[in-house]
């Protein structure tokens, strides 16, 4: 039987969204191959604005479907709840979780020895550049590994993981990572407006300059610490700044505690706490 190229899209809140404008505006996939189950009316609408056939249940899907993908892009605490109404794809379809801290043991619970993906993508996506961490079960070939990849490099880069367990680090790192950043542009505006400059100002400036750091950091061929040097006069106005964010406690050891903080949190999630 010819290889069904159908997607279904369990969930359309931001991020199941973000797939699928990704989906129909960078990776060229048809709006007529993506159905998607929602049970709230105004996401479904939203959803079916742009074309893809939609649900408010499982039960509304067509008997003969047979989907390439079942992506499950709803809240963590109702996977286990949903899934027994997708049971019926497991034989030709890749199962692809986006529920944060949702281990596949879970998946596996009610689907059995089908093709699980666990994916992590990242607010960033939502403009098509997130960072997207995966790792497949044991049960998933090549060709699902392929397409998968595909679906989700609408969204941003994937990086495939060698352990599951990995899963949950890259949850602390660019799963949180995006909201240290925004916090730190915050922090950056309120330092702008205590040396006198005007609100509107400091957060132009602030938002800029991470936004131009981050974007040379990504394309320099420099590593971010050369780059730091590049920037940093001796006993110049950075090396000033430098020496408060290098003190105890430093940058580097709040950063630290607080990726240690968002893994141990991801770490529950998966046990259910």
């Not at 997607?7 to 990776?27: Q, S, T, Y």
């Not at 929602?38 to 959803?47: Q, V």
């Not at 499950?72 to 944060?100: C, E, H, N």
């Not at 430093?250 to 991801?266: E, G, I, P, Y």
């Amino acid at each position: 039987m010819e290889q069904s190229e159908e997607i279904v899209l369990v969930g359309c809140g931001n991020m199941g969204f973000a797939l699928l404008e990704g989906w129909l505006d960078r990776a060229g996939i048809p709006a007529a191959q993506i159905h998607v189950v929602e049970p709230a009316e105004s996401l479904r609408h939203r959803a079916a604005a742009r074309g893809a056939t939609v649900y408010d249940d499982a039960a509304g899907l067509p008997a003969a479907l047979r989907p390439r993908a079942v992506i499950i892009a709803v809240k963590p605490q109702v996977v286990g709840s949903m899934l027994g109404a997708y049971r019926r794809f497991r034989d030709t379809s890749v199962f692809v979780s986006i529920a944060a801290g949702v281990p596949i043991s879970t998946f596996e619970n009610t689907l059995g020895n089908a093709a699980i993906v666990r994916a992590m993508p990242n607010m960033p996506a939502s403009i098509g550049m997130g960072v997207i961490a995966a790792f497949g079960s044991t049960h998933i070939d090549d060709n699902q590994t392929g397409f998968v990849t595909d679906l989700l490099a609408a969204v941003g880069s994937v990086h495939w993981l060698a352990e599951e367990r990995l899963v949950d680090a890259a949850t602390a790192i660019s799963g949180s990572g995006p909201a240290y950043l925004f916090h730190f542009i915050e922090c950056l505006t309120d330092a702008g407006i205590a040396v006198g400059l005007p609100a509107g100002t400091a957060l132009a400036l602030a938002k800029q300059t991470v936004g131009g750091a981050a974007a040379l950091a990504s394309t320099s061929a420099f590593s971010p610490a050369e780059l730091r040097q590049q920037v940093t006069s001796p006993n110049g106005t950075t090396a000033a700044a430098l020496d408060v964010l290098t003190s105890e406690p430093s940058l580097a050891d709040l950063v630290k505690r607080a990726a240690a903080a968002a893994h141990r949190r991801a770490l529950e999630l998966a046990l259910g706490n």
